[in-house]
Every structure is written in C-alpha cells, then in structure tokens.
C-alpha cells in the first residue's frame, strides 16, 4: 500500500531563508510524486511532478524537489522564501498503473519578514 | 493545464437540506474526483465519477449521502445531501486527463452548515 508522511505540520522560516518541506513516502512500485500548494480559500495548484525522468525536478515559483529512493524521500526546496510563498503544501504519491492519489497531511508554511 | 471551476464558490445551508455542486472542465476528460477537505485537514477522497458508469465511492462515503452525476466528459455533480454541521467543508472536484498520471483540482466549494 501506499502512503505518505509530511513531517512537520507547520515550518516557519524568514522572508529569504532556505524552504525545505520534508515528504517520506511509500510504495511497493516506481512511484509518481507530486508537490501541490494550496493558497487559503483556493484549490490544489500543481507545483511539481517527479516521473522518473530525472532525479531533481524543478517546478513553478522557483521551488524544487529532489528524488531519493535510497532514502524514500521527495523533499521540496525553495534557496529564499518569499512572503507570497505562505500556504499549505501537500505532498502527494501515485503508484504507476493505480489511480488513486494519495495526499500527505500537509504542511503550513509561514514566512516572517 | 486544465481550466476548472466549481459553482458555488460557498455556500451557507440549514441543517436537513441538500446541496448540489457543480464541476466544469474546460476539455474533456476520462476521470473527475470528489474530495471533502475538512478545516485544517488534508484530502479525503469521496468518490471516483468516471462518464458512463456509476461513480465509485470510497470506505466511509455512500450514494445516498452523495449522490453524484456526470452526464459528459466536461461536467459532474456532488450533492450533499440530508446535511448536518459536521458536512462542513471545503469540497473539491479535480480531474485528471488519460495517460497523465497527474490530477488537476477546481478552486473548491466552501460549506457551512448551520
């Protein structure tokens, strides 16, 4: 079975400090990996997608998320936060051939000036 | 991307009614999904609405509860229905297009039950 652990319920870091969102998963097959935001009051906006292409994969509003099997993580990255980067942000597992999306518990990002 | 939107944007309903959601693509598409995400909470997937047959719900969610429709391949409907305070939430459609692996969500429907 699959799941997803998102350590860290809230991170809060200074406007220009390093973003790191840490995401564990679990799969019993080569996964897909997702990176989602949520900005209050609004839907799930797709970040990043990781598919086997490439290790490190980069996404929109300068985040990145590097792929490691050794140790099951998909942690995402961001060198300098942003104000506008406060949200919540889910990290979400897909097995190839399944078709359901499990998402992890999220996590709140606030960022102070 | 897929351009999605979802009426109502919110809504605030007496106990004992129902509601019916709506869901637009912009395109067509093979699978649509119904999430409930409750305050502070993550995802909770409802149900699976695929055109052409019945919609599959998952543990804890029933047809009687939420019904849902979905006549074409741009287009789908989740009512809640008989509703008490604990419906409230914020509840989700996304789709995901054919060899994509990837879901796509509409800007969500916020409930209040009073």
């Known amino acids: 079975a699959q799941s997803v652990t998102q350590l860290g319920s809230h991170v809060s870091v200074s406007e220009g400090a390093l973003v790191l969102l840490r995401c564990n998963y679990s799969s019993s097959v080569p996964p897909y990996l997702f990176w989602y935001v949520q900005y209050p009051n609004q839907g799930l906006q797709l970040l990043l997608k990781?598919?086997?292409?490439?290790?490190l994969v980069k996404g929109i509003n300068g985040f990145e998320a590097e792929f490691k099997k050794s140790e099951t993580s998909f942690h995402l990255t961001k060198p300098s936060a942003h104000m506008s980067d406060a949200a919540e942000y889910f990290c979400?597992?897909?097995?190839?051939?399944?078709?359901?999306?499990?998402f992890g518990a999220g996590t709140r990002l606030f960022v102070k000036a | 991307s897929a351009v999605i939107s979802q009426k109502p944007s919110r809504d605030i309903c007496q106990r004992g009614t129902s509601l019916t959601i709506q869901c637009q693509v912009d395109?067509?598409?093979?699978?649509m999904f119904w999430y409930r995400q409750q305050p502070g909470q993550s995802l909770t997937l409802i149900a699976t609405a695929n055109q052409g047959s019945e919609a599959t719900y998952e543990s804890g969610f029933v047809i009687d509860k939420f019904p849902i429709s979905r006549p074409n391949l741009t287009f789908s409907t989740l009512t809640v229905s008989n509703m008490s305070p604990e419906d409230s939430s914020i509840y989700l459609c996304?789709?995901?297009?054919?060899?994509?692996?990837?879901?796509?969500f509409g800007p969500g429907t916020r409930l209040t039950v009073l």
């Open positions: 996304s789709v995901e297009y054919s060899g994509t692996d990837t879901q796509y």
């Open positions: 990781y598919t086997s292409a490439a290790t």
């Open positions: 395109s067509q598409v093979t699978m």
């Open positions: 979400a597992v897909k097995n190839t051939g399944g078709f359901k999306t499990i």
